[in-house]
């Protein structure tokens, strides 16, 4: 029997190009959406949820495994962009931003763990961001959120391993997606002090996504690890440059580190 693949968020970009790239493959691929009915023209069977609702969830859950008997491999990858000066951003999207991010995928998990525990077998995917690794201006939220699941995965391994299932995070860096469309963008306010710099950093992400990777690339890493008998505690995935910004924060001072940050974003005087 083919191993069986349960992807949120796969309606489009990262998660679809994941699930047409597994179902090439030879998987038994299938997907989420809120809204299936919208992408009729979907290559697998996309599920109904919200990560918000733990009814949908379950539900969802439950289909698949009724269908297949089993779900061998979970990609948490549904998730949402927020940008804006931290001090200006809604403490309702800020809320929102962690219950689709963070909490969206934890539910998920919790849905998923009992049926991997009889199996005594299970690999879980948490699709991060190379932003989880640093505070970046104007998006300290996302990368807050996206951070927060990197770690809880760190636990999450230890807790499950005696069961035979693991965990590992993917962190994608710019990748060319409809991302940026989806993304709840904080105003730019004409009496702000941060409208300028705000304004500036929008226009750098935007640019970076255009010129971002293709998402099918990621499909290729997924499977990959999907591959691996022991996968690692994370991945990276894209840019040269950006998967290298990592190792530079792991080895520059802050200080140093944070100076090169606000020139890339054009943020020193």
């Given amino acids: 029997m083919s191993k069986v693949v349960f992807i949120t968020g796969a309606s489009s970009g990262i998660g679809k190009a994941i699930g047409e790239f597994l179902l090439s493959k030879g998987y038994s691929v299938y997907g989420s959406s809120r809204n299936p009915k919208k992408y009729p023209d979907t290559r697998f069977k996309l599920m109904a949820l919200n990560v918000l609702d733990t009814v949908s969830i379950n539900k969802a859950i439950s289909g698949i495994i009724s269908l297949e008997g089993k779900i061998d491999i979970l990609i948490n990858n549904a998730g949402v962009g927020i940008t804006g000066p931290i001090e200006e951003t809604p403490e309702e999207e800020i809320k929102n931003v962690f219950e689709i991010n963070y909490y969206g995928p934890i539910r998920v998990i919790k849905a998923v763990l009992p049926e991997m525990r009889k199996q005594n077998s299970g690999l879980i995917i948490n699709i991060t961001s190379i932003a989880a690794y640093m505070g970046l201006p104007y998006r300290g939220f996302y990368s807050a959120s996206k951070s927060a699941l990197d770690i809880t995965t760190e636990a999450l391994r230890m807790e499950t391993k005696s069961f035979g299932i693991h965990f ?78 990592i190792t530079l924060k792991n080895s520059l001072p802050g200080t140093w580190y944070e100076n090169l940050l606000m020139k890339h974003y054009k943020l020193k005087k």
């Fill in 168 to 245: 590992t995070n993917v962190a994608p860096g710019d990748f060319a997606t409809n991302i940026a469309a989806g993304r709840y963008h904080a105003p730019l306010l004409d009496n702000s002090p941060y409208k300028k710099p705000y304004e500036n950093t929008l226009n750098l992400m935007n640019a970076h996504v255009d010129a971002g990777k293709n998402p099918l690339l990621m499909g290729k890493e997924i499977l990959k690890i999907i591959e691996t008998e022991k996968p690692k505690v994370r991945y990276t995935v894209g840019d040269l440059m950006q998967m290298f910004s």
